[in-house]
């Protein structure tokens, strides 16, 4: 097998296990979205270390320890990525997939324009068609719904500029997501406490139903970033590009049926027209 069917593999297997993640932020909706957030930080921790120790790639954290000026972009986008990940849980365990995948479909696009305002890369007249579109469906939702999709800008913004944060920093996948959750990992820890003390937590010792979930949040983490990882030195970012629509997809379905979220004609439209733009933004047209 050549490494560009490789890579297809282990970009197919990425983007399918974040679409089927859903399930398992449904399985521990009964635990606060923070306290969810709080322990997908702190395994997360745990298992990178193990990662880089077994790979003898700890050196790479000590080199980011020393450069003040990437800690403090990598504490930015700690931040990014914990928000994205929040409203994730939150979106999830309050029956909001389908506005979820909104923002992962938007995000591509968000990527885009914050690459030609912060980087002045070029935007073909193609993509500014893809992106007159998208901007279209969000004012469209505006006007059908009453509302602005905040949980499709959020998600879409936030891995946005949390994407900008990582391109300009240029720090390997696994060593800056590590550094990233042990920046914000005495946050976490702090209100960990907090719960212990006031009698909140869900997490418990010895280990039950529950707590097992938690910590498997930390394999939820970091298995599909390995998979990527492999894919994105294997194959061309177009193609890595347009098979990330696989995971905002497979959560769409999810969210219709088996999940049974209302899905009403306006919303049909919307996605319609995000669908349109995405066609428009990923399929390379010969000259």
Known sequence: MNEEKKGTIYAVLAFT??????????????????????????????????????TKSLKKLSVLFQDKKKLKILFISAILVSTNWLTFIWAISNNKIIEASLGYYINPIVSVVLGYIFFHERISKQQTVAILLAIFAIIYQVYSLGSLPIISLILAFSFGFYGLARKKLNVESVS???????????????????????????????????????????????????????????????????????????????????????????????????????????VKIKK
């Open 17 to 54: 296990f974040w679409g089927l993640v859903p399930i398992y932020f449904k399985l521990v909706s009964h635990v606060t979205a923070f306290e969810v957030l709080i322990h997908r930080i702190l395994w997360s921790v745990l298992f990178l270390y193990l990662i880089l120790l077994f």
């Open 176 to 282: 800056g997501l590590l550094m990233e959750t042990l920046l914000i990992s005495p946050l976490a820890l702090a209100y960990l406490t907090y719960l212990v003390i006031n009698n909140k937590n869900s997490f418990i010792i010895p280990l039950d139903y529950t707590s097992w979930l938690l910590v498997a949040a930390g394999f939820i983490t970091i298995i599909p970033l390995i998979w990527f990882n492999s894919a994105a030195v294997r194959i061309s970012m177009m193609k890595l590009g347009f098979l990330q629509f696989i995971g905002p997809s497979i959560a769409f379905i999810l969210a219709i049926f088996v999940y049974d979220e209302p899905f009403n004609l306006d919303k049909l439209i919307t996605f319609i027209i995000i669908w349109t733009a995405l066609i428009i933004f990923s």
